[in-house]
């Protein structure tokens, strides 16, 4: 199994900075992307950025504010936000897809538990 725990979420004022961390533990041996999701109150998840390899991809309303990057080494992925809008405001879940586990040859997909991130003055 794999396990994905997120860091970071809480409360930022517009304008402001947040950095999300999520690290996946367990019984793999690779995993191919990692991404971030929010889902708003009411609303449906959505993809915020992904990435694979050094390859990156944003929905269109965080490009330019955020950041995506990962650390191969301690198999975790950040979400740098900047210039957060109160629209920013969502659970935020990390996402890791195509994950090799030992053992067996079947790519995989995992949710962490989701971090609350909200953008209010």
């Known amino acids: 199994q794999v396990q994905l725990v997120e860091s970071g979420g809480g409360l930022a004022q517009p304008g402001g900075s947040l950095r999300l961390s999520c690290a996946a533990s367990?019984?793999?041996?690779?995993?191919?992307?990692m991404g971030w999701y929010r889902q708003a109150p009411g609303k449906q998840r959505e993809l915020v950025a992904s990435?694979?390899?050094?390859?990156?991809n944003y929905t269109d309303s965080v490009k330019g504010r955020f950041t995506i990057s990962r650390d191969n080494a301690k198999n975790t992925v950040y979400l740098h936000m900047n210039s957060l809008k109160p629209e920013d405001t969502a659970v935020y879940y990390c996402?890791?897809?195509?994950?090799?586990?030992?053992?067996?040859?079947?790519?995989?997909?995992?949710w962490g538990q989701g971090t609350q991130v909200t953008v209010s003055s």
């Open positions: 996402n890791a897809d195509g994950v090799l586990i030992w053992g067996s040859f079947e790519p995989n997909n995992y």
């Open positions: 367990g019984s793999f041996y690779s995993i191919a992307t």
């Open positions: 990435i694979i390899r050094d390859s990156t």
